[in-house]
């Protein structure tokens, strides 16, 4: 089987470089299923890009990584080449905590209706709409006899959770090449002269890809612990495979809110979002915010900063414990029982007559070890085992792989994620849009205790005044004018009305206060202000302002949130890249911006 690999680089991190995963273009399907966040003023944008979470240590970055594969695609050609300055350490992450982080962090956008009291009680409102301390699960071998003469060494060999892992050291680019392809990973010559500088660097490259008995069911987060204390994402090599507009979207767990060092920072211009419609035009504001003049493409918005209010339901359970499985034996019946008992499945027999498992992980260990034999119903097997004892596949059964794995991809990431989460009480969430030829450096990140909170609801009010007329206010006090009768459809604004309202240096000290590069507010006041008088007095107008004075890093937030909605971005693309980054596509926009 040919596996065809990524490589990405984290060259400027003391420690770590790491690549993701290669699959066939495909269409997206919007919510991806797991994380899509729910209610009213939930924004419908999509969620292709590649989430991020990072624990920066007193002398460690622990990286935890989401890997998403389309169902639909070919998960055994899923593949990683990494480079890496020293051996990391390796665990399973936990899926059930980027989906309560996401959800707990997406920024919402929405409008409340009011209407003004016009001395007859009316109340005929109308308007917009409401809108690690890592196990390497395996010790190295260090065969070192897989290279002749150029070849590299392998100095660890193992599996982590659904994936298997060499670490090489050393040899030739040519002998890289011809020890990946000897070992299913499919070659890509523009990889060469990649490879070849990290072999001159001196680095090591980390092989991963999904084990042999595995598929889609099987995939999970990874953890990767490495010596530093400057967590970044890899780009550079991105550029070989990646789509214009890219997603990257990165967490801080810790005490404080975290910002780019060597990227710049906007906050975007809230009356370019379209506020009657929860923000569905989000992802182009912040593309186009962060190609302004300035911001140049290297910017990160803040989507959120403030209490860490991950929920932690479903992440760990006290009641888990891999011990009663162990002592099953040869014969797996009771085992759905105990995983009831658990917690971690629930058969309802009454009523839609199915069996719902709690851990996305679950399901794929069962069929495994614990196949329904053919023709008999899941929910029929599962509430009785032992009335079909002899047709249970014993041959399948392995209390010790089953304990094992539990152990290793549900148990102790969940208890790691807990932990992870009640020891950390601030998070950040950031996100921007990136593209190839604006792939020239790595962004780095650290913390900046000095910097306000950036709220994740954002709720316009919407006033139909006595007259008919209407104005919405959004949360920074500007206020937008609708004449009596006119559609309430959110306004374009004059040509000159800019993306970007504010937009911040980069390379800043450490806590400094920050330095402003651009600072839109004046402009954007003035163009609203004359955008409603030119609406007042029976003409088009342009865009806004009436308060909207907070500026740099006091970001009101823009976010690509959950994928609620189809989104016409394929997941996959060429041989190189750094994870969901590798989308093939879109061409990017970019417009200078004051």
Known sequence: MTHKFRLASIAACSALAFAVPMLLPTEAEACGGSFCDSGPNTMPVDQTGENILFKIGDDYVEAHIQIQIDPNTEAEKFAWVIPVTALPEFSVGSQILFDNMLASSVPNYGVNNQTDFCGDGGDEGFGGDDGPNGDTGASGDGDGDEGEGEGPTVVFSGSVGAYEIAVLDGGTVEGVMTWLGDHGYQQDPNAEPILETYIEEEYLFVALKLGVETDVSDVHPIVIRYNGTAPCVPLRLTAIAAADDMDIRTFFLGDARVVPINYRHVLINSLKIDWFNQAANYKEVISMAVDAQEADGNAFVTEYAGANTISLAGVYDELWDPAPYAALGDSPVGVVDTLTEQNLLFCDLEWDASCTTFHPLLQGILDRYVPVPEGVDQVEFYDCMECYADQIDLMAWDAAGFTADLDERIFKPGQKARDLVLDNPYLTRMYTTISPSEMNADPMFRANSSLPEVAAQRVATQTLHCDGSTTVEIPDGRQVYFPAGD????????????????????????????????????????????????????????????????AGFDDDGSGSGCGCSANDEPVGGALLGFAALGLMGLVRRRRGQD
């Open 487 to 550: 559609p309430l459809v959110w306004p374009d604004f004059q040509d000159e009305m800019p993306w970007d309202e504010d937009i911040d240096q980069d390379g800043m000290a450490d806590n400094a206060p920050l330095i402003s590069l651009v600072d839109n507010t004046q402009k954007i006041n003035d163009l609203l202000d004359e955008y409603n008088e030119g609406k007042r007095n029976g003409a088009d107008g342009g865009d806004g302002s009436g308060g909207g004075d907070d």
